[in-house]
């Protein structure tokens, strides 16, 4: 599935979150950009993660519109959402414990197929895409922290996604394995899936991301390329506490 | 239908609901902290009300001055329960926790039923027949001090859940458990302690009603189910919902036993909660999703 | 042979035997028993229905006698007062329990409710629908209904044991056969992956409300066919013995011990449990309460030592082997 190049992909208009009158996102407004790596980034708090649970339909937003492929994803449940081609992995991983690695993203391979065969075909090739093809009839209990995250990232990716959302995938990880995961992630990217993700570590959003937006309590306070936002005072002030020079 | 029976219904409705709200309140504490509903507690507040009996059988103890005893007792045998029996299924999934106090509540029950037999019984204080007439509304004694004893118990709880460094580390308990844990709080004592707290709730309103309430090995089951509905009603975990929700629902039923024949009692508060499941599942506290 | 092949190879002769032996049963045995074993099969396909909303699904319900009981009522109401054949009242009260699973699922699932919510909600229902079977004329209020025995094929009404007993050891089997192609399916998977994470699983695509409606529906429906059987084998029934907790947490002890998620387990549950009942009533019985208490602590201790059954239990001690390649799809 191929997106248009260059098409605004998911837009984001004035949106607003609000928690019993505390508003966790205030009149957002952002653009993801299609076939790239988007990143989303900001101070603890910033409202990363609800921004993530109100674009997946976890989270239904109070105001304003979630453009994607011409709908508006608001106030639509999850499973509509994935069906549309959004999926998304959660800051704390969520495998399903009692079943195997493959059946495991089986049921993700289940959004799209409803074959058996097929099915199974998809998720092995997702397997093999997290380097997890080896363990694949492992019980995914069994699984190290590493393990998990990729096997979520398979999973999502049997879904057949046009955009995957991103949350904290190197959070946990040590050096070689970031590295690993970056490179799936690209490799992800390369192949046609938009990305969006919230990360913390700056060199990697920075090396990876073309298009990156700044959150801080909940606004939008920078959007642009690495090098823009890195100049970009606000977020300097906010976020990095030092100019950042990227090559 | 004259107001008269209006305002009866109200009155007794009110009077019983405080006991409601009692029981409703230990059993949301429980659930909003250990995050499991406590199957046993309504054998836990007969067993209370066993114990009252007993003193006041053998030691001529007034059952309203029983509960120095009874709170503690009480206490004593919902922390060693959860110590010894829910503590090992923390960390399991939910409904296994169901289950075991299930069990533990048949324990408790057939406990009594086997030391007691399971025949009903009566107790006789000396002012069981005083009543008191405010108006057109008579009220007896009994139920009066019950109601009052039951506010009372609830507000000395909620004070000690706000003021005390015990209670605190309770309320963050509820709240968020990883977080109690990083900030050194011993959340195995909280549970076991919260669980005696719950405990002894359900013993007190059980010593509290034995005044005029027949004594019998498995009363503690339809206070069990009406526990459970004011706590869904008051939005689980909520303290004061479950004291709310206590009042409302003992009014409802009150007021409905007026117009409903006496066996279909329990209809009005079974429907109250199946409405609250329909509109407004998260209770009268909470936020529907 | 490693230790996991040989369990399960052991496991798959055992089912045989045993299901041999369950066939042959009425040649060489007397009425009683035949009686105690319909019992125990009779439980082992109700807590194998149950199973399949709470293994499956991960929905607990306390619930599951009103579907038992809709379908007895049903059937029974219809043949004392249109003389309409349990055989085809069977199916009318396999409906009405689906309908009522139904409404209880649509309500509790609808907003998400999970969980807690779910299971103080069966419970609710329960109670509503004791007091309502109390209270109705039309059925028998608290009398109950009896069923003026006539035997004839018609009438699902046999002289002897025997009939029953092959018709329930039938019904098990159907089961049998329901949970295993369920197990393998698209449906199943989908089903336990709501059980083990409803958010991932919804994050994915399922639409978690359907998926768990579903699995009420069928596990109501059959629970309900049960019903029938019930009725017409003992030919009296009553709100206390049908409508009560008491009756829905016995179902949910069997899948428990036996092993929840898993085909035999309520079969093997059953097969324990009744007798372990049956033996603390025999000697404890006459000292009121006792063989209740002895049974708290049971459950207490089954619960504590296999919270995942014994079957489950057994399977993650044999670590499962490569599992089989799922089938085709069901659903």
Not at chain 2, 189 to 212: D, N
Request: with cysteine; glycine share 10%.
């Amino acid at each position: 599935m191929s997106p248009e190049a260059n098409e605004g992909m998911l837009l984001i208009r004035n949106l607003t979150m609000t928690f019993r009158g505390l508003r966790a996102i205030s009149n957002l407004d952002l653009e993801v950009m299609a076939s790239k790596v988007n990143g989303l980034i900001g101070p603890n708090g910033a409202g990363k993660t609800t921004l993530f649970n109100v674009i997946s339909g976890f989270l239904t937003p109070q105001e304003g519109q979630i453009l994607f492929e011409n709908k508006n994803l608001a106030g639509l449940r999850p499973h509509e959402i994935c069906r549309l081609g959004v999926v998304r992995t959660f800051q704390i991983v969520k495998i399903f414990p009692g079943l195997t690695v493959l059946r495991n993203v089986m049921i993700g391979s289940f959004n799209r197929n409803r074959e058996t065969k097929r099915s199974q075909e998809i998720s092995e090739q997702a397997l093999h895409q997290v380097h997890l093809i080896h363990k694949k009839d492992q019980d995914a209990s069994a699984l190290t922290l590493s393990d998990r995250k990729r096997l979520e990232l398979a999973r999502a990716l049997a879904t057949e996604p046009i955009l995957l959302l991103l949350d904290e995938s190197m959070a946990g990880l040590n050096p070689t394995e970031g590295e690993e995961m970056l490179s799936i992630i690209k490799e992800i990217n390369r192949r046609g899936i938009t990305i969006f993700m919230i990360e913390h570590m700056m060199n990697v959003i920075m090396s990876v991301c073309e298009h990156i937006v700044v959150l801080n309590y909940g606004e939008k306070i920078g959007e642009g390329t690495p090098s823009h936002i890195s100049k970009d005072r606000k977020v300097i002030e906010a976020y990095l506490g030092e100019e950042f020079s990227v090559a | 239908m004259n107001s008269e029976l209006l305002l009866q219904g109200i009155a007794s409705g009110l009077l019983i609901g405080g006991v409601y709200a009692l029981v409703a309140i230990g059993l949301t504490l429980v659930y909003g902290v250990l995050n499991i509903i406590n199957f046993a507690h309504g054998a836990l507040l007969v067993v209370g009300m066993y114990a009252s009996y007993f003193l006041f059988t053998y030691f001529g103890i007034d059952p309203y001055l029983s509960v120095f005893v009874v709170i503690p007792l009480l206490f004593i045998i919902g922390a060693l329960s959860q110590k010894i029996v829910i503590n090992p299924l923390m960390n399991a999934p939910a409904h296994i926790c169901v289950f075991v106090t299930i069990g533990l509540g048949y324990f408790l029950e057939n406990f009594l039923a086997f030391a007691w037999s399971p025949e009903y019984r009566n107790i006789e204080v000396s002012y069981a027949r005083s009543i008191l007439s405010l108006g057109e509304v008579t009220i007896p004694v009994t139920r009066l001090v019950t109601f009052a004893l039951a506010v009372f118990l609830t507000l000395a709880l909620y004070l000690f859940l706000k003021k005390t460094d015990i209670g605190k580390a309770i309320r963050a308990c509820a709240q968020e458990k990883d977080a109690a844990v990083l900030m050194g709080i011993d959340t195995k004592k909280i549970f076991a302690i919260t669980f005696g707290i719950g405990a002894a709730c359900a013993g007190a309103a059980g010593a509290f009603i034995l005044p005029f309430f027949y004594l019998g090995p498995y009363v503690g089951h339809t206070f069990l189910l009406t526990a459970f509905i004011v706590v869904v009603f008051g939005s689980m975990g909520n303290f004061w919902g479950a004291f709310l929700a206590g009042l409302i629902i003992g009014l409802g039923e009150s007021i409905g036993e007026i117009f409903l024949p006496s066996a279909m009692k329990e209809v009005v508060s079974l429907s109250i909660f199946i409405i609250v499941l329909f509109f407004r599942p998260a209770g009268l506290m909470g936020q529907p999703r | 042979m490693k230790p996991t092949t040989l369990y399960f190879s052991f496991s798959k002769i055992l089912i045989l035997v045993a299901f041999l032996f369950l066939l042959s049963l009425p040649f060489y045995t007397g009425s009683y028993i035949l009686h105690v074993v319909i019992m125990i099969l009779f439980f082992g396909y109700l807590g194998a229905c149950w199973n399949i909303l709470a293994g499956y699904a991960g929905q607990i319900s306390l619930g599951h006698a009103i579907f038992l009981g809709a379908g007895a009522y049903t059937s029974t109401v219809l043949f004392l007062k249109a003389g309409v054949s349990p055989w085809i009242g069977m199916w009318a009260g396999g409906i009405s329990g689906m309908l009522l699973g139904l409404f209880v699922g649509y309500l509790t699932f609808r907003y998400g409710l999970k969980g807690h919510y779910f299971i103080l909600a069966t419970l609710a229902f329960g109670a509503i629908t004791k007091v309502i079977a109390l209270n109705v004329e039309k059925i028998g209020a608290a009398q109950g209904l009896i069923i003026p025995f006539k035997a004839s094929f018609a009438n699902f009404q046999f002289v002897g044991k025997t009939f029953y007993y092959y018709y329930i050891l039938f019904m098990v089997v159907g089961i049998v056969l329901i949970c295993t192609a369920i197990e393998r399916s698209r449906f199943g998977q989908i089903l336990m992956a709501i059980r083990e994470d409803e958010d991932a699983a919804e994050s994915l695509g399922v639409n978690i409300f359907r998926y768990k409606l579903f699995a009420m529906i069928i596990s109501s429906f059959l629970t309900a066919l049960a019903g029938t059987f019930y009725a017409f084998y003992i030919g009296y029934i009553h709100p206390d013995t049908l409508f009560t907790p008491f009756l829905s947490i016995q179902i949910t002890l069997i899948p428990i011990t036996g092993g929840m998620g898993s085909v035999f387990g309520p079969i093997v549950g059953s097969f324990i449990l009744s007798p372990v009942s049956e033996i603390t009533r025999g000697f404890l019985g006459k000292f009121s309460g006792l063989h209740l208490m002895v049974w708290g602590l049971i459950i207490m201790l089954i619960v504590i030592l296999i919270p995942r059954g014994i079957i489950v239990e057994l399977q993650h001690y044999f670590r499962k082997p490569r599992p089989k390649p799922l089938e085709r799809s069901l659903t």
